[in-house]
């Protein structure tokens, strides 16, 4: 809601980050227009393989990679 709430009164991108553990989940708010970046720095320091995870969920849904 925040970032969406953002995005009517600047002219810029929008980051959202904090709490974004799964890229189901980032791709989610950047689907619903709540940002248009997802900031993923702690899952990615959690999870040497998230950037692979999330690349095997894209293309499971034909997302072009």
Not at 38 to 51: F, L, S
Not at 56 to 65: I, K, N, Q, R, W
């Amino acid at each position: 809601e925040h970032g969406k709430a953002v995005k009517k009164v600047v002219d810029v991108p929008i980051m959202i980050a904090g709490g974004l553990t799964t890229p189901e989940h980032a791709e989610q708010l950047i689907q619903s227009g709540a940002a248009d970046i997802a900031g993923v720095c702690r899952p990615v320091c959690k999870n040497e393989n998230w950037a692979t995870e999330a690349l095997f969920y894209y293309s499971a849904m034909d997302f072009p990679v």
